[in-house]
């Protein structure tokens, strides 16, 4: 390790794997993008990682490192040496451009995690920090590679016809040419497949999920947080047994009461037990806020004269309204994905939620793009929600962590 901290090593060192760790990462969205085998070339990249390492450390200016390393990338693509190897399929020309455009990628990325090494000996600091820099790096190529490729893919094969899948299954680039057709699919599942009304049974449902979640929760909450009673510190241990218990554990259970008392294929039997698996996770979150709630502001109240409904009224919950607010679109967010149950109770397609109806499209009579445009209809509206109010969920969330 102590060899490793002086520039002339750590930085080449630290190129090799950058390096390996793009080249993969471009391989695969240059193969999904154009249709294309592309495959790495390990030497090569190792070999362009190692002299870029040098090349960094040497010169600091990033343009002419952008420059000069086109013009190499460029050479070594049109040798046959590139990073990068690819299959039938592709032209020379577009081949030339990715190679001629990956060397400049890894000098630059390579720039900012090499910022401040240099060819004498690191210190601990300037040592540390160039290795978070990869590592930032590696995390983010990962996260898109695993999460950004494949909704892409999701996304690009539900704008495609059976004919263009069928011709080639690697190719997922959008044809914007075809103008507002693309969206053929999503305007067959609405036509033909009524996720009109799967949209509007899961929305249903997920708001009704919430708002009984909420009705057992915040006074169940407030009073774990609160009130004094026996047993008390053994019910709010004890909250989160139920939401730990495997729900594929109580599934039939569930199957076999719920055809007995008639809730299957019933909107009825979803609501009733979806808070069953949302209000130990409330309860939980909310009793954690409620404790770091200063207790003088309700004492204040109490002698003041008002009563305790009126202060949990007046006082807690509106200090209490961006943990609960984050709760709610929490528990939303659980009873719209929800599947298992949705699988198991509903069999009659007029009562289908979304996730249940995206399942019935895994069909070898139906398209695959069908299929495709299904989970990106179920997929976006969660996610926007989601994205949207990210913030807002991490303050609710987080505000009972730290007492006061």
Not at 192 to 220: A, C, K, N, Q
Not at 315 to 341: D, G, Q, R
Request: proline fraction near 5%; charge should be positive; hydrophobic fraction near 55%.
């Amino acid at each position: 390790m102590k060899h490793l901290r002086y520039g002339y090593v750590a930085g080449p060192v630290l190129l090799v794997l950058w390096s390996v760790t793009l080249v993969y990462s471009i391989s695969i969205f240059a193969t999904f993008g154009f249709g294309a085998p592309a495959r790495p070339y390990f030497p090569a990249t190792a070999i362009v990682g190692g002299l870029a390492g040098i090349a960094v450390i040497l010169y600091r200016n990033q343009y002419f490192l952008a420059g000069a390393s086109f013009i190499a990338g460029a050479i070594l693509s049109l040798a046959g040496f590139g990073p990068m190897q690819f299959g039938s399929g592709l032209s020379t020309l577009n081949e030339v451009a990715i190679g001629a455009l990956v060397l400049p990628a890894i000098t630059v990325s390579g720039s900012t995690i090499l910022r401040k090494t240099r060819l004498g000996q690191l210190d601990r600091h300037e040592f540390e920090e160039a290795i978070m820099r990869f590592l930032t790096g590696f995390g983010l190529a990962f996260f898109i590679v695993i999460v950004v490729i494949p909704f892409f893919v999701m996304i690009a094969t539900s704008l495609k016809s059976q004919q263009e899948l069928l011709q080639n299954p690697l190719d997922y680039s959008i044809a914007l040419s075809k103008g507002w057709d693309i969206f053929r699919s999503y305007r067959e599942l609405f036509e033909d497949f009524s996720f009109g009304s799967y949209l509007w049974t899961s929305f249903l449902v997920s708001v009704v999920t919430v708002v009984v979640t909420l009705l057992f929760s915040v006074p169940g909450a407030y009073a774990v947080a609160r009130l004094r009673f026996k047993g008390r510190n053994e019910f709010s241990q004890s909250i989160l047994l139920i939401y730990m218990v495997p729900m594929i554990v109580l599934a039939l259970p569930i199957y076999i009461l719920f055809s007995m008392i008639g809730l299957r294929n019933s909107i009825l039997g979803l609501v009733l037990i979806y808070p069953v698996t949302t209000i130990p996770v409330a309860l939980y979150i909310l009793q954690g806020y409620f404790r770091g709630l200063p207790y003088e502001v309700e004492e204040a109240g109490l002698m003041d004269g008002l009563s305790r409904f009126s202060v949990i009224r007046r006082i807690t919950l509106p200090l209490s309204l961006p943990s609960i607010a984050s709760v709610s679109l929490y528990v939303f967010m659980i009873a719209w994905n929800e599947f298992l149950l949705a699988f198991m109770l509903l069999d009659d397609p007029s009562t289908f939620t979304l996730t249940r109806g995206v399942a019935m499209l895994n069909s070898s009579e139906i398209p695959r793009q069908h299929l495709m445009a299904g989970a990106v209809i179920a997929t976006i509206p969660v996610m926007m929600l989601f994205l949207g109010l990210e913030r807002f969920i991490t303050k609710g969330l987080t505000a009972g962590s730290v007492k006061g």
